[in-house]
């Protein structure tokens, strides 16, 4: 599984050790109302498409083109659904790394949905009321995007106290 150049440079200094990193995920719905999954190739997991966002690149961008990426589908962000905290993450090759995750509910725009590299085993769409096993964060970031709210979604603990 390819990681960016940019990725490949920072773990040659900092190794396996926990990085901080700003991902991107796409709730993608055809016309249909199915949803776009993708059965990963490092854990052989089903999950909604996502990644890493390049340095300076804008969210919706990088969302936009990171389905493209991976599914070979021209998608149109349309909603900022959710900002989360993925758990620590530890990867095959010893690598681990926490997520600034940003989801967002995309249109299908064009293109037929297909594996278009090597960081997945099987791309689908799924009826929602018969998806394949998801992890429980996956499930919550879907569940978010798919609810009606006008407001992005995100945790807040409550104003920090004044230290005097």
């Not at 961008?61 to 589908?73: K, L, N, P, S």
């Not at 090759?93 to 967002?104: E, I, K, R, S, V």
């Not at 499930?139 to 004044?162: I, M």
Request: charged share 25%.
């Amino acid at each position: 599984m390819a990681i960016p150049p940019f990725l490949a440079e920072l773990r040659s200094f900092v190794g396996t050790r926990p990085l901080w990193l700003s991902g991107v995920a796409a709730v993608v719905l055809d016309d249909r109302g199915r949803l776009l999954l993708a059965r990963r190739a490092d854990n052989g997991r089903w999950s909604i498409i996502g990644g890493i966002l390049d340095p300076g690149e804008q969210p919706a961008d990088g969302v936009a083109r990171e389905c493209f990426e991976e599914t070979g589908v021209t998608v149109e962000p349309e909603k900022l659904t959710s900002v989360t905290v993925s758990p620590m993450l530890h990867y095959p090759n010893g690598d681990q790394a926490q997520y600034l995750d940003l989801t967002f509910r995309c249109r299908l725009v064009s293109g037929e949905a297909r594996v278009n590299d090597d960081e997945s085993l099987e791309v689908g769409w799924f009826e929602l009321d018969a998806l394949p096993e998801l992890d429980a964060y996956t499930r919550e970031r879907l569940e978010l995007a798919l609810v009606a709210k006008p407001e992005t979604v995100f945790l807040f603990s409550g104003p920090v106290a004044d230290p005097v």
